[in-house]
């Protein structure tokens, strides 16, 4: 993972400008994450930092930031200072997590889903569980299990495809291709089942499990129209998780 994120690093934050990332993923994680003033806070999967730094502006006592790719922590290191406190930025495998104490939340924005097989996804699961205090919350964007390939006219609208390798079992690469403008990259991600996100979650000692389908931001509907988002919300390639410890 970090191979590949080191040589698309600085193209895959410029995804962020987006009307699906800016209207429908961050709000609908921030929305769920709820407030975080005084909160200790885990960003893993944390890329540039774009969580991180909104985490902190939101008025979170303490920011740690970790990913796999030292070229996206690079450009998190470089972004402009956050509104609030300070950001520790570390570079670990979420699957090795190293103790870095307990935090009321942890966000995981697209981080399960890069678990190569269901022990590695296990072993994810076993550190965030470790990460947090009695109570505390994973909050986290995943793959859709439901929704692996693409729907009947495909995701081209919105900039990207989106194959899963056959026969679908656990740990299936799904290859996602953004294909805006000219520059068009690529990255894998893998298939699990609902049956087993939840048994590997559970395992790990979570309960109160919530998985939602994204929603779009009031702002983003009035900007670019209903008929615009229709195809992403009856076939949304990911879906938003909330469980606690």
């Known amino acids: ?120 996804l296990a072993r994810m699961c076993g550190h965030v569980y470790r990460s947090l205090v009695d109570g505390g919350r994973l909050v986290a964007m995943s793959e859709n299990p439901a929704q692996p390939s693409e729907p009947p006219g495909g995701y081209a609208e919105y900039g990207f495809s989106k194959h899963c390798e056959r026969p679908l079992v656990d740990g299936s690469r799904i290859r996602y291709q953004m294909l805006a403008g000219r520059d068009v990259f690529a990255f894998d991600v893998h298939w699990f089942s609902l049956e087993t996100y939840e048994r590997c979650l559970r395992d790990a000692g979570f309960d109160r499990l919530r998985w939602s389908p994204p929603a779009v931001d009031p702002a983003g509907l009035a900007l670019h129209g209903e008929a615009y988002f229709r195809r992403y919300l009856e076939y949304p390639p990911v879906l938003t998780l909330e469980c606690r410890r």
């Open 1 to 120: 993972m970090s191979a590949q994120y080191d040589a698309i690093a600085d193209r895959y934050r410029r995804t962020r400008a987006s009307p699906l990332r800016r209207w429908v993923e961050i709000p609908s994680l921030l929305r769920l994450a709820g407030p975080v003033d005084g909160l200790r806070v885990l960003d893993l999967a944390c890329g540039d930092g774009f969580y991180s730094r909104q985490l902190a502006a939101a008025g979170a006592a303490e920011v740690v930031g970790v990913d796999v790719s030292p070229a996206m922590l690079a450009l998190a290191r470089e972004a402009s200072p956050p509104a609030g406190g300070p950001i520790d930025y570390i570079l670990a495998d979420a699957a090795e997590l190293p103790d870095l104490g307990r935090f009321d939340l942890v966000l995981a924005a697209y981080l399960l889903h890069y678990a190569p097989d269901t022990g590695t």
